[in-house]
Structure formats: C-alpha cells, structure tokens
C-alpha cells in the first residue's frame, strides 16, 4: 500500500489527530492514571484492613471506609473514561472540566480499523498477484524475460508462498 492510497492516507490523518490529541493531554493522562492507582490502593489497603478487623464496630467502620474507597476509584475510573470519550470529566484534583475536544477512544478504534483494512487489502491484492501469476501467459512472459525453465510446480509453489505471507489471522486461539 503506497502513501498516495487513500486508505494510507486515511490512516496517516487519524494517526496524527490521535497523537495530537494525546501529545495535547498528556500531563492530564498521567494525572488521571496516577490517581487511579492510588485511588486502586486505597482499596486494597481497606479490604486488608476490613479483613483484619475484630468482628463488632471496628467491622463496621471498616466496611465504610472500604466502601468510600470503591467509590472513589469508581469515580476516578469514570472520570477517565469521560476524560477518553470527549465528554466532561473530573480531573485529578476533583476539579470539574470540559470536555478535551476529541474522542481518544474512537480515534484509537478507527486507527485499528483503518490498518486492518489496510492489511485486508494488502492480503487481497497480493492473492490477486498469485493467482494471476498461475495463467498462462503470465507464465509465457515470465519465461520470456527471464530465459528461465517454466516449471508448473515452482509456479504454484511460489503462488502459494505469496498467499501464505499475506494470510489473516482468523482471531481463534489454539486450544
């Protein structure tokens, strides 16, 4: 796939919106992330200390705190994914934003798009290349300007390497 294909193209331009998108935000990307983990072991820490606790009242101020805790990585994970999907969000410091002005998440989702269809297309027209190599006189021209011995095994042979190179993952695990 050349540069001047629009497909590539395409792809070029989702790729540096996203960048910029994300070269824009990345003091509050990091932000998000670091009180996301730290909202993460605020709660582990309740659950260890819930776990801990004597049965009676330490229980049960445990479990608020533990609860509090969720929460608040709930929250801060909310924030995030507003903050990602271009709609207004809470920042670190619990400050309510607007919006960043672009969807990370479906710029990122079109850019996986893009490149496989970008990848499809390249499989297609590699397989086209292969079976056209199989004609006859693809096979004549072939003979021809190289002086070579035609071989039909070495053609089909060859055919089927171009194909096997360019194959697409069925998405399937091995069991």
Do not use: C
Request: aromatic share 4%; hydrophobic share 30%; proline share 2%.
């Amino acid at each position: 796939m050349g540069e001047e294909d629009q497909l590539k193209k395409d792809l070029n331009k989702t790729e540096m919106d996203l960048q910029g998108l994300l070269g824009a935000n990345a003091h509050e990307i990091e932000a998000i992330d670091k009180l996301i983990e730290k909202k993460r072991q605020e709660a582990g820490d309740a659950e260890r200390k819930l776990k801990a606790a004597k049965p009676g009242t330490e229980t049960t101020a445990a479990k608020a705190v533990l609860k509090t805790a969720n929460d608040d990585l709930d929250k801060a994970k909310e924030s995030k994914k507003n903050f990602r999907t271009g709609k207004a969000y809470t920042d670190s410091t619990g400050t309510p934003k607007a919006a960043i002005g672009g969807n990370i998440d479906a710029l990122e989702k079109q850019q996986k798009d893009q490149a496989q269809a970008i990848k499809s297309k390249n499989v297609q027209r590699n397989q086209q290349y292969a079976a056209s190599q199989q004609t006859g006189w693809e096979r004549t021209k072939s003979f021809l300007l190289t002086g070579d011995v035609y071989s039909k095994a070495a053609s089909e042979e060859a055919a089927h390497s171009i194909i096997m190179e360019t194959k697409l993952d069925s998405g399937e695990k091995p069991h």
